[in-house]
């Protein structure tokens, strides 16, 4: 029996686990791959007040260490379903709005345990193209993360998908070893901040690509090219690269709480900037919210107001 369960230890999961020991909760995190969650793919983070410059990684490390002092209990667990301890478990039940506070309990692979609260923090992950062969390529040339990834294409030419700040960064992160960097953009103005696009811009070997989306890949046991199309006029080029680093956002990943917690057409859960779901006593924190704004800063924020509110549960 723990006072908060947290599902997800990125920035959101990992901020809740601070605020809810600091309130004198006892706390577990549960999380199915490696701590940090997306961050830890980002190599400069510049926007976190108060921190100038530091990776992701030693970010979310700190995060880590910050709450493992506290006295965090962290484990390797993948959640299979939440129910709630009174055995209510149909829809219809759960969305009304007057549900009464009880034990939680959560399903893993390995085991059972039990909560008064519950903080879902499960993030995103990340969007595929969707297009042919992106599955047979994937790890021969197309990869979803250029920092784990990039070094493999050290002085090669490759590619880069997507108008968001992942894709401004990951682009910026591998002209400082790949000889040529194309990004690939379907519209002509960009999602991610003006700055990252200014400075791309000055670089002498990254090549914008716009109104463009990817139609095909073509390679043998590697990739070795892209089918572009404008979106303009129609036309189709080939570009020869030999990676394709996929940054179009994230999709989240609550079905397993489909039954449980209000989702939206999208799958994001249905939370106010309270963090309160339609569950009592469950909430939910960081990129896995139905939200606006999704970065460190607002993920860190949902971390400690969820924690807040679960330690008063
Ligand atoms: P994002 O901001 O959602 O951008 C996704 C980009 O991919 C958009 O430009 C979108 O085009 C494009 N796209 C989506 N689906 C596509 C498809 N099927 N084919 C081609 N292009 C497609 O995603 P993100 O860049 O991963 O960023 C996610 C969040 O994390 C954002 O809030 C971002 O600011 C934040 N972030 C912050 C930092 C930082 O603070 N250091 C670093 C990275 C990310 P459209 O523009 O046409 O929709």
């Not at 909760?25 to 400069?44: A, C, D, F, M, R």
């Not at 965090?72 to 009464?100: C, F, N, P």
């Not at 089918?227 to 036309?235: H, M, N, P, T």
């Amino acid at each position: 029996m723990k006072d908060v369960i947290i599902i997800g230890a990125g920035t959101a999961g990992l901020t809740a686990a601070i605020y809810a020991l600091r309130a004198g909760k006892s706390v577990l995190v549960l999380e199915q791959g490696n701590y940090g969650g997306q961050i830890i793919n980002t190599p400069k983070v510049e926007n976190y007040p108060g921190i100038e410059q530091i990776s992701g990684y030693e970010f979310a490390a700190g995060l880590y260490r910050q709450a493992e002092k506290l006295g965090m209990e962290y484990r390797s667990e993948k959640v299979t379903d939440i129910r709630l301890e009174d055995g209510a478990e149909a829809r219809e039940e759960l969305s009304s709005a007057s549900l009464e506070t009880g034990n939680k309990i959560v399903e893993t692979t390995e085991q059972s345990y039990r909560a008064r609260a519950v903080i879902l923090a499960t993030g995103a992950k990340n969007r595929p193209l969707g297009i042919e062969k992106e599955a047979e390529y994937t790890g021969r040339g197309i990869s979803y993360c250029a920092t784990c990834d990039g070094m493999f294409f050290r002085g090669k030419k490759v590619a880069v998908v997507g108008g968001g700040n992942t894709a401004l960064e990951d682009a910026a992160f591998l002209s400082n070893y790949c000889e040529k960097v194309y990004l690939i953009h379907r519209r002509e103005a960009f999602r991610g901040e003006e700055k990252l696009v200014k400075e791309l811009r000055k670089k002498e070997n990254v090549e914008f690509f716009l109104n463009k989306t990817v139609q095909e890949l073509e390679g043998g046991a590697t990739l070795q090219a892209v089918v572009l199309r404008d979106k303009i006029s129609g036309e189709e080029s080939r570009l020869e690269i030999s990676g394709l680093f996929v940054a179009i956002g994230q999709m989240p990943e609550n079905g397993v709480f489909a039954g449980l917690v209000d989702l939206d057409e999208n799958g994001y859960i249905l939370a106010g900037e309270d963090c309160r779901t339609n569950v009592e006593g469950i909430f939910a924190a960081g990129d896995c919210r139905k939200k606006t704004v999704r970065q460190l800063t607002t993920a860190a924020a949902d971390g400690a107001v969820a924690a807040l509110a679960a330690a008063q549960v």
